[in-house]
């Protein structure tokens, strides 16, 4: 027999049900009711101690009477019955405590009393169990987090408590939501047979004994220090970007104690977690983010997702994107491991090395301090992200109790000095040269955009952005036009002003009558319209670039420096004659900016593209100009993203997914990253094509902000634009070889129906937009705090928007050269319903290249 001491000793196991329902409380009271009871000895349990040995008992400050229990099934029986047996081997003599209360702050009082009466044996708080459909029990997520606080923050600090999904469990009368979420806690619709609910907490109970009490023989043994490489790269990252940086991950087995290291400090230190619905999106934000607001990242995901970053790894490369991912894989001794990349079968370092990927294998726990520092030596080196492949065994690797000397801070760059007869003559085009001057503008900083601006005033001298960095430059800036700005100049896309400035008659103006700079850009073939031969012959170039690897052959002047060097200096040595400026101004004034073409009058139905983008921007430009309304723009590779970068007014950078290789659905996927950690709104447009080939965003964006306390601080607008086909394709097939609309190039859209709900407690809605009504939409874009997703049906064309040099000789130009009627005149070749125009011999009209497919969009 035990004595009185050991009775004492036994382990307590509190139970807080919050809210006295009768029958909630009666299911609560039976089930621990017989809980505290033994298990039977007919055998049909199993082996069991002798009845006598069992000393649990509940003690509970109710006493409601459970319902009738002969109406409950065999069912509960059985489940009662393992529980017991199960129960009576691993905790024998146990006290089963049941607090309950109305509402958590009762609730709290009372465990405050119970836990703090000098107990000796061990107190555990086990369940907690919540009637959320009582009126004074909060029923959103936000609520029961802030509930279980106050009763975390009652007990005495020697009561293990572990709330979780295993431990807390909140019952509701109404059904479940649209929005299924594995939260801290297990939401359930409460049953409506009180048997049921019994028996749920049966094995809620039993299971929290088993798994969380006294199973730590089922589990292996973790450290609880932080994890060498967590502890590493965060420092350097803390050392680099302080709390700019963005820890990006997508969960895995091997890779969970690291990406919870890392949570707990992005916690402590303020920066952005961001997630995505596949391992492509953690990179496709990176990206966004690093080109929007210089942001560097630390991508953690788990063994053989080296291949989902996809050509967006090589785009990071090419932006000189600074991070780290992080790629678990096997010991190189695995016999052809699951999910391995490093093995006797392949070696994706291979794959990293050919992509010019700088990295390191990290699979020796003593080497790895050393390779980290390696690794931090390349990031310096700006030579884009730095892979760093990990064994199992160095993820577990714990930091060392004495660290070593942090790195030391990054050393300035090596600014290349340009000499005074490189300058000199690119001053003298500035200050004397020809009256049409157009500076296409890379990635700029606050500084440089003010200098460029300042510049392109005091000078006359015309501005574009590009394709690939929509909004460097733009029509607006802090709610003003800036008169300079004339569009966008690229492959496709490109505005009609951009086109008038540099073309007389549709063919290409005279090498001395302008000059074309490209600022901080590599001049890559999406930047411009223009053949390679044209490049070379027609037009007379300037290039601004650090790197000598991007110089491109075909440029007059080279200026290999910083922008913002070069801008200071030229900002210095800025002098033009007023006659000139005066010429130059003129110049710019003569390029209409206008739409030209006819449909974009037409209020066809379906809309075609040019209605509809002609019809948003001037809703967009009465919001710029009238309410102070800024964007973040972005815009993913297809009709949908060329039409709206070159209509649609901006207001600063956006994200392209034309950038690089130009990969569908990437600008969708960077969506989330951006409307989390930027401030303000957030467009979106993405075509069918695009919207098909990666997974949608909307679970993530709530998430993110009803789960892990992202905020959304303006309206995230995304429009999916839907005209059944890949259109880019269709464009060229149809105008470049008169090609029918045939199955490549069709997409089979599901239209979804309306409707707007909170989900989560976000603000979301589906709308369909078949005309743009500008009251109504204006309102709708200034909603803060709320994600619309619109699905625009759209008719399929040809017509303008910069999709080929060809379609500046199209009937509907606002201006028709002579050269449309010399194409017409001319007979084509066999089977082709829209012939090609010859070229001059020194290639100047650029067709040849206009007309054929951009490699990127190969879908």
């Avoid at 619905?277 to 929007?292: F, I, M, T, V």
């Avoid at 030579?383 to 065994?393: D, I, K, Q, S, Y």
């Avoid at 965003?697 to 607008?717: D, F, K, W, Y």
């Avoid at 199955?743 to 709308?767: A, F, I």
């Amino acid at each position: 027999m035990r004595s009185d001491s050991d009775v004492r000793k036994r382990p307590r196991f509190v139970v807080v049900a919050v809210g006295r329902r009768p029958p909630f409380l009666s299911a609560v009271v039976a089930a621990l009711s017989d809980l505290a009871g033994a298990a039977d000895t007919d055998g049909a349990t199993g082996p069991t101690d002798p009845v006598g040995t069992v000393a649990r008992e509940l003690v509970a400050g109710v006493t409601l009477p459970p319902g009738p229990r002969d109406a409950w099934p065999d069912t509960y029986d059985r489940a009662l019955a393992r529980a017991r047996r199960f129960l009576d081997r691993a905790v024998p003599a146990a006290e089963i405590c049941l607090v309950s209360a109305d509402t958590f702050g009762d609730a709290a009082s009372g465990l405050r009393r119970l836990t703090r009466d000098g107990h000796e044996g061990d107190d555990v708080l086990a369940l907690v169990l919540v009637d959320a459909s009582h009126a004074a029990i909060p029923s959103t997520a936000d609520g029961v987090r802030t509930g279980l606080g106050r009763l975390r923050a009652a007990l005495a600090d020697r009561v293990h408590c572990e709330l979780s999904a295993y431990t807390v469990f909140v019952y509701d009368d109404a059904a479940l939501g649209p929005a299924l979420v594995a939260h801290p806690f297990t939401r359930r619709q409460l049953p409506a047979l009180p048997w049921v609910l019994a028996a749920d907490i049966v094995c809620a109970f039993t299971d929290y004994v088993q798994l969380r009490y006294a199973g730590s023989a089922l589990r292996g043994t973790v450290s609880g220090a932080p994890t060498l490489l967590a502890g590493e790269l965060a420092d350097f990252l803390d050392q680099r970007a302080g709390t700019a940086w963005g820890l990006h991950y997508y969960t895995g087995s091997v890779v969970a104690g690291l990406i919870a290291d890392l949570e707990a400090r992005a916690a402590r230190t303020g920066n952005p977690v961001l997630r995505g619905p596949s391992e492509h999106s953690l990179a496709a934000g990176a990206l966004a983010r690093w080109q929007l607001d210089a942001a560097p990242f630390l991508i953690v995901v788990t063994s053989g997702m080296i291949d989902e970053f996809r050509g967006t790894l090589a785009n990071l490369r090419d932006a000189g994107a600074r991070g780290f991912l992080v790629c678990a894989d096997s010991p190189k001794d695995t016999w052809f491991p699951f999910q391995g990349t490093v093995h006797g079968a392949e070696d994706s370092r291979e794959v990293l090395r050919a992509r010019g990927i700088p990295f390191r294998y990290l699979d020796d726990p003593d080497r790895a301090a050393r390779q980290l520092r390696e690794a931090f030596t390349l990031y310096d080196a700006e030579r884009g992200p730095v892979v760093l492949l990990a064994t199992p065994e160095v993820l577990r690797t714990p930091s060392e109790p004495v660290r070593e000397t942090p790195p030391a801070p990054r050393a300035s760059r090596t600014r290349a000095a340009v000499s005074e007869d490189a300058f000199a003559p690119v001053m003298h085009l500035i200050n004397n040269g020809p009256d049409r001057v157009l500076w296409q503008c890379g990635r700029l900083d606050a500084e440089e955009r003010r200098l460029v601006q300042d510049i392109a005033a005091r000078a006359g001298i015309g501005l574009a952005d590009s394709l690939t960095r929509p909004g460097s430059v733009s029509r607006y800036q802090d709610g003003e036009v800036v008169p300079e700005y004339l569009g966008t100049l690229g492959v496709y896309g490109y505005s009609d002003r951009v086109h008038d400035f540099l073309h007389r008659e549709g063919r290409l103006r005279a090498r001395g009558e302008q000059c074309l700079f490209f600022l901080k850009s590599r001049i890559p073939e999406a930047a411009t319209p223009f053949s390679r031969r044209a490049l070379d012959r027609s037009l007379h170039i300037v290039q601004v670039t650090r790197e000598e690897a991007h110089m491109a052959p075909f440029t007059d002047h080279r200026l290999r420096c910083e922008g913002r060097d070069f801008l200071r200096e030229a900002a210095r040595r800025l002098c033009v004659p007023e006659p000139l400026r005066a010429r130059r101004r003129r110049a710019l004034a003569e390029s209409r900016d206008s739409a030209s073409d006819v449909v974009h009058e037409l209020p066809l139905a379906p809309m075609s593209p040019n209605y509809f983008f002609s019809r948003l921007g001037q809703v967009l430009d009465t919001l710029i100009t009238t309410h102070g309304y800024t964007y973040t723009g972005i815009f993913d590779v297809g009709r949908g993203g060329l039409s709206a970068i070159r209509n649609l007014p901006r207001t600063g950078p956006g994200f392209s997914g034309w950038y690089g290789r130009a990969l569908m659905g990437d600008a969708l996927q960077a969506v989330p990253a951006v409307a989390l950690t930027r401030k303000g709104n957030v467009l979106a447009f993405v075509g069918d094509g695009a919207t098909a080939l990666v997974p949608g965003i909307l679970p993530t964006l709530v998430q993110e902000i009803s789960v892990n306390a992202h905020r959304l601080t303006g309206n995230v607008s995304v429009f999916q634009l839907i005209d059944g086909g890949h259109s880019v394709i269709r464009t060229y097939r149809e105008g470049r070889q008169a090609g029918e609309a045939d199955r490549q190039t069709q997409v089979l859209h599901l239209l979804d129906g309306e409707w707007e709900r909170t989900v989560e407690g976000v603000k979301v809605s589906h709308r369909h937009l078949t005309d743009v009504r500008p009251g109504e939409l204006a309102d709708r874009l200034r909603r803060p705090s709320s994600i619309d997703f619109y699905s625009v049906p759209m008719a399929h064309n040809n017509e303008g928007d910069g999709l080929s040099l060809l379609s500046s000789l199209g009937w509907q130009r606002d201006r028709l050269p002579e050269l449309t009627f010399g194409m017409a005149r001319r007979p084509g070749p066999a089977r082709t319903g829209f012939p090609l125009p010859g070229t001059r011999p020194d290639g100047d009209t650029g067709v040849e290249a206009a007309t054929r497919p951009h490699e990127g969009e190969r879908r």
